[in-house]
């Protein structure tokens, strides 16, 4: 069980003033609090036991109280008496009942009890009392395949035991990051919730490259084609597609099929450009009829 | 324009929510953290701009910092931003090596 010294908290012993405790106050929101810190959890934390602090020592009613209880509670002795004395409770020296009622409470939760609070010990802040703080920010992460966002669909995921359902544009980038707001953290006082952040992750499992909209490939051609032209069948992301091969093709020229590449994002029914590679395969294991015909060729080429 | 009057929330509406002033939000319009929309009586402020301007009542009313330290320490908050893009890039950039 932790004990919460508030005094330590605010970097204060006890006998500090009403107005050390306003400036330590001051001193240590202002460097905690979470818009100057943003993305930093521990800081956030910081940032609500220096308000809790502050909520406790800058009433001087609660500052009585914690010191009075707050600073004794550990000491059982002490307590024992002190019970004893107000007869409160239950005569017969059960000493065991004070401690044991206690020792299972999460000691914040005990000074909610202390001071009355019920849900957010924000609420009943004096001072800079009821400032409405929007909750934590989230993070997470989807990762998806290439052929998962080829087009809209929508996707399950599990955030802090909760479940959201969003949509992902087709052609949504690796490592985008995309807020749903509101899908954050609980907002304090009646403060917003904070924001949701997702990050895609998108791993690759075609064989094309991909560069921002538009795919790269490669694609065999045989000689001959190559040499005579013709026509063949390229496999694009989604289907195939027939195309010419000018006669005389040039292994490692590109020919770019357009809008055959990747779904551009947020602008439906609009594709990047295919750029395919053609890589001429070169005969291997002719025939000896083949290899004759090979030479003859040569030998008009040459002559 | 139905469209853009959802987006809208009304500088009344927000500094009631708020409990702040209207002085303090037409001051950070002034320093340029801000733009106010004029559409006939109201004064009108974007959605998008809620997070921002709700980060700025914040650092007024929790730390009591005027219109013009926002102003600075949103300058520093946008540079800490982009060094630490430029930091986790470099960080990942080492890793690959």
Known sequence: MDFIDYYKILELDKKASESDIKKAYRRLARKYHPDLNPRDKSAEDKFKQVNEANEVLSDPEKRKKYDRYGKDWRHADAFEKEQSQRKTYASGGEQRAYSGHYTEEDFSEFFNSMFGGQGSRFSKAGGSAGVKYKGADYKAELHLNLTDILETKKHTLTVNEKQIRITVPAGISDEQTIKIRGYGGEGINGGPNGDLYITFKISNDTDFVRDGDHLYGKFDVDLFTAVLGGEVIIPTLKSKVKVKIKPGTQSGSTIRLKEKGFPKYKMENQFGDLYVELQVKIPENLTESQKELFYKLKEISHG | ?97
């Open chain 2, 1 to 97: 324009m139905d469209r853009n009057r959802n987006e809208l929330i009304t500088l009344r509406s927000f500094c009631h929510f708020h409990e702040i002033e209207v002085s303090f939000v037409i001051q950070v319009q002034e320093e340029g953290l801000l733009e106010l929309l004029q559409i006939e009586e109201e004064t009108f402020i974007r959605e998008e701009e809620l997070s921002k301007l709700e980060r700025m009542v914040r650092l007024y009313k929790q730390l009591r910092i005027n219109a013009e330290g926002i102003g600075a320490i949103m300058q520093l908050l946008e540079k800490i931003e982009a060094l630490e893009v430029e930091n986790e890039m470099l960080k990942k950039k080492l890793s690959d090596k």
